[in-house]
C-alpha cells in the first residue's frame, strides 16, 4: 500500500515560513474521525470510556479534542496528572495506572479523586499509609505470566514484565482491599504492545471476563469496570494491514455476551487506555534535508535527530518517510538517513529505498503522533522542536513552541552561569538577523 502523508509539499512551504523545520505536526481531522470510531466500536457498552494514555502526546490542546468525545486521561506520572488536574479533568475521568509509584503521586492522584489503579499487592499498605484510609473505588493490574499468544503466534512475554499482580495475588488483594473497606473494584491489564491485529483486545477481554467472574464469586468483591489498558496497534510499515476498530469492538462484545452477561455480569464497564491507536498515525516529524554525503554509504542529513523522535534508535522501530514533492518518483536510491548526534544510531532510516533527494527537500516521517515528541530527550544539548495542528480548516496552530537555549540551561538559574548563559543566547544572530535556531518563533 502507498503510504501518504496528510500534508503536501505545497502545505509545507506555506507552514515553514512561520515555523521553521524540524516539527511535529498533528492532524486534528484524522484523530477526530478515528475516536469517533472507537466510540461507535465500543457503544453497546454502557459504561465504555477511553482514557487517552497522557504519555504517547502529553499536548493539552490535543488531548482537549479527545475529550470532546467523552474521553478521560490515563496517567503515569506526577506532571502528567498535574497536566491532567490543571486541563480541568478530575474524578473519575483520571485513571491513575502507574507502577514503583512515590507516595507522594499517589496523594496527588487521590486529590484530584483519580481511579487508583495498583501495579502490586504490597501497594495496598503502602496506598493506606500514604492516604491515610483507602478510597472506595481501587482498580488492580493482573499479570498472568508466561507468555501472550494469540494461536501461534508469541505476542509478548509477560511474565518478563515488571507489571502487575499475579494471578493468586489478585485473589488475595481483593479480599485484603474489601476487608480494608473498598467497594468498587476494577481489573486492568497489558499483555501486549503494538498489537497490528484484531485479536488482541479481544483474546485479553475474554482471559479477563473469565478472572472477573471468578473474583467476584471467590471473593464477593463488586467489579465495576474491566480495563483492556492499550495495546492497539498501528501499521507503522506500509505493507501492513491496519487494525478494524469495529471488529475488535464486536469480538469483545461477543466475549462480553458470552462469559460476563451470564455470570449475572451484564453491568461492568469497559475502559481502555489507547495512546497509539488515538494518536500515532496523525502525527508527522517535518525535517528537511541539509546534507548529502557520500562515502562507504549514502546519507541524507537532516535539522531533526534522535532528540525529536526517538523510537528508531531505542527500538530499531520502522518509521515510513516520504520525501514530500516526490511521492510517486521511483525509490531508486538507497540513503541512511540521519540526525546530527554523536550517535551512530542517530538514523531515521538505514539502508531505506527513497527518491533521489537533493538538498532543501522536505520528509514526512510518518506516524509519530504518539511516544514521538514525548519521548524526546536533550543530548548532545538538542533543542526539543515546536508542535502544530493541522485543523480541520486548513489553518495551522502553535500547539508548544520550541524550545529555547534558555529552557535547556533553566536548571542553572540559582546560579552565577546563568547571566553568562543569557547574554550568548542570540549572540548568533547579531549583525545578520538570520535565525538559525531550530524552529524558534519570531
Ligand atoms: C503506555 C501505556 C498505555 C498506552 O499504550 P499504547 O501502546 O500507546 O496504546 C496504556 N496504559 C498504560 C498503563 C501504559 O503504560
New binding site residues.
Given amino acids: 500500500m502507498n503510504k501518504l502523508p496528510f500534508v503536501t509539499k505545497e502545505q509545507i512551504e506555506g507552514i515553514v515560513k512561520t515555523y521553521p523545520t524540524p516539527f511535529h505536526i498533528y492532524d486534528e481531522h484524522g484523530i477526530r474521525e478515528n475516536v469517533k470510531a472507537l466510540k461507535e466500536a465500543f457503544s453497546w457498552n454502557k459504561g465504555y470510556k477511553e482514557?487517552f494514555?497522557v504519555?504517547?502526546t502529553p499536548n493539552p490542546f490535543l488531548i482537549n479534542i479527545l475529550r470532546e468525545y467523552g474521553c478521560g486521561c490515563?496517567c503515569?506520572s506526577y506532571t502528567e496528572l498535574m497536566l491532567s488536574g490543571a486541563m480541568g479533568v478530575q474524578g473519575e475521568d483520571i485513571m491513575f495506572?502507574?507502577?514503583n509509584t512515590p507516595a507522594q503521586e499517589f496523594v496527588l492522584a487521590q486529590k484530584l479523586g483519580a481511579v487508583i489503579?495498583l501495579d502490586d499487592i504490597t501497594h495496598i499498605d503502602y496506598l493506606e499509609k500514604a492516604l491515610g484510609c483507602l478510597p472506595k473505588t481501587i482498580s488492580c493490574?493482573f499479570n498472568p505470566g508466561g507468555y501472550f499468544s494469540l494461536g501461534t503466534d508469541i505476542m509478548d512475554n509477560p511474565g518478563d514484565a515488571k507489571?502487575g499482580f499475579t494471578e493468586s495475588q489478585m485473589f488475595e488483594g481483593f479480599r485484603l482491599l474489601k476487608e480494608k473497606g473498598v467497594e468498587r473494584f476494577g481489573i486492568?491489564a497489558?499483555l501486549a504492545?503494538?498489537t497490528v491485529t484484531n485479536e488482541y483486545y479481544p483474546t485479553l477481554a475474554r482471559q479477563l471476563f473469565e478472572l472477573a467472574v471468578r473474583l467476584e464469586k471467590e471473593t464477593g468483591a463488586k467489579i465495576a469496570f474491566i480495563n483492556l489498558?492499550?495495546?492497539?496497534?498501528i501499521p507503522y510499515r506500509p505493507e501492513q494491514e491496519p487494525n478494524d476498530i469495529r471488529v475488535i469492538g464486536r469480538e469483545v462484545h461477543r466475549a462480553y455476551q458470552e462469559i460476563l452477561e451470564p455470570a449475572g455480569m451484564g453491568d461492568v464497564a469497559i475502559y481502555t487506555?489507547?495512546?497509539?491507536?488515538?494518536m500515532?498515525p496523525y502525527g508527522h516529524l517535518v525535517t528537511q534535508a541539509i546534507h548529502l554525503k557520500h562515502t562507504y554509504k549514502e546519507y541524507v542529513g537532516v535539522d531533526a535527530c534522535a532528540v525529536d523522535l526517538m523510537r528508531p534508535a531505542m527500538y530499531g522501530a520502522y518509521h515510513h518517510i516520504t520525501v514530500l514533492g516526490k511521492e510517486d518518483e521511483p525509490c531508486g536510491c538507497l540513503y541512511d538517513v540521519t540526525g546530527s548526534l554523536c550517535e551512530n544510531n542517530d538514523k531515521f532510516a538505514i539502508d531505506r529505498k527513497l527518491p533521489q533527494v537533493d538538498i532543501g527537500d522536505y520528509l514526512v516521517i510518518h506516524d509519530t503522533g504518539?511516544?514521538g515528541y514525548a519521548m524526546g530527550y536533550n543530548y548532545n544539548g538538542k533543542l526539543k522542536s515546536a508542535e502544530l495542528l493541522l485543523k480541520e480548516d486548513g489553518s495551522v496552530q502553535l500547539i508548544r513552541r520550541a524550545e529555547t537555549p534558555m529552557d535547556y540551561f533553566a536548571t542553572f538559574d540559582c546560579f552565577d552561569i546563568y547571566e553568562k548563559l543569557a547574554a550568548m543566547d542570540g549572540l548568533e544572530k547579531e549583525g545578520d538577523g538570520e535565525r538559525t535556531q531550530k524552529g524558534r518563533v519570531q
Wanted: glycine content about 16%.
Fill in positions: 482514557f494514555a504519555k504517547a490515563d503515569s495506572s502507574s507502577n489503579n493490574r507489571y486492568h497489558f504492545s503494538n489498558s492499550g495495546g492497539i496497534g487506555e489507547l495512546g497509539r491507536f488515538m500515532g504518539a511516544h
